[in-house]
């Protein structure tokens, strides 16, 4: 398909997945310009690479992979990510007198606010497990940690979730089965 | 059972990785009283953590159209508007020392950079970059959405600015800073090198000093040079037409002091020249090269119109014997 009007298959690929792949960047990073800067790269060097290309995999699947790389080097090479030493957590305490009512969009907030306090390891050891259908060995092998580190870390990034979020989870409830889901 | 396994259980339900010893493990804590809450709600955290960043929708259509312009030659613009631009210019590079306070650093950052071979980049905003080898652009991560177009640069870069009167284009160097609005211009910028130099194709463009008041105005075909040591900022006379001559292989002159010349020689083709008459230095050349022509003719035609002799020393390095100035 990429080898005849390479263009259009292009744009195809980049109309379906993009959407879909500035978020997968966006929750490793978590900055939108930066996700999308990464995502453009993407497609750029699929397209300029498509006559060498051989994909063995589906495009989605070769199109996120190329995209969590790309997002954990930029992390690496700006020295955002170290996985040797431990972190600390910023997760502060939840607010004393929770208000009554969450709005949607509150919640939304405080579940960004949640995770992007945990130590920067932590999620994105988290975030790879909960939205990348990555395994603990695929996650181990992607950062050179072990399988049982992935499973103490998500287990962790859980627990200090609890921590932050917990006091909202039975308004939350509400919220969610308002919303359908 | 210690609460920590309990989690990594709940956890691996979630994800169907539950062995059949996980799964007893697991249904026998449940059936402790309160147990069943309790996993209740760490479900619905987990729930609730899949709903992180849901709220942000990228534009489509704006990354769509900036890959469709990264993926065609770049086409060429129309004289018309580039003088409109021009001269919007003008109006606005008035304001522009005003602006220098709006842009902030932020700790965040996006680095390009070439290695050892020149590497093409597109910007947030469509302008092009062509970055020489060793050379590096950095610029904050939320360019897209700040007031002035900000970035820095080590090395050298040729650069097609997409014109957004709103927003300045900006590039700082270690000693000098770059203000455009839409245009294209070849920045030199070497820490180890004495000078830093600007020459700009089309549009106009401020260069000033990083320190000082210094500033100088440059339209299209114009070369300015900022000297590192005596912190001098300085016109170079006459008409430049070798903005992206490191890309193209070629150089051209039009009246050039050969002193110029051989600077742009070195700077383009990594060429030396040496002079050993040295009041050769001030005498003017005028060269066109053709598609295809090469260092060695430019250096022959050289030697032809200054009567003088060419001599090779080694690979890239070349003496000029005797001769004077024509006429």
Known sequence: ?181 | MEFNKIIKLLIKRHRNELSQSDQEELGHWLKQSDHQHQAKQWDQLWELSGQYKASYQPDLEAGLSRLQNRMKPRPARRRGLRLALALAAVFLLALLPLSRAWWMPTNSEMVLTSGDEPKEYSLPDGSRVQLRENSRISYSSNWKNSRIRALSLEGEAFFQVVSDPSRPFEVRTSQTQVQVLGTAFNLRAYPAEPLTTLTVEEGLVAFSAMQGEQEIQLGARQKALFDHQQQILSRVKGVNLNARSWQTGRLRFRGTPLREVIRELDEHLAVDLILENQTLSECSFTFGSAQGESVNELLENLAISFKAKLEKLDKGRFVLRGGHCNR
């Open chain 1, 1 to 181: 398909m990429l080898r005849r009007d390479s263009q259009r298959a292009v744009e195809v690929l980049f109309r379906q997945h993009y959407a879909y792949l500035c978020r997968t960047a966006y929750r490793l990073l978590p900055d939108e310009s930066l996700a999308e800067d990464l995502v453009q790269e993407v497609f750029y060097e699929l397209w300029k690479r498509h006559a060498q290309l051989t994909i063995s995999t589906s495009f989605k699947a070769y199109l996120r992979r190329a995209t969590v790389n790309k997002a954990l080097n930029y992390l690496r090479d700006n020295r955002k990510l170290s996985f040797d030493g431990e972190e600390t957590t910023g997760i502060p305490d939840p607010e004393p007198g929770i208000a009554q009512s969450l709005e949607a969009a509150e919640l939304q907030e405080k579940i960004d606010e949640a995770v992007d306090q945990l130590p920067e390891r932590c999620r994105i050891i988290f975030i790879l497990s909960r939205f990348e259908e990555m395994s603990y060995q695929e996650i181990a092998d992607q950062l050179d940690i072990s399988p049982r580190t992935v499973e103490n870390q998500i287990s962790r990034a859980l627990r200090l979730l609890r921590t932050a979020l917990g006091p909202y989870l039975p308004f939350i409830l509400l919220i969610l089965s308002g919303a359908g889901g």
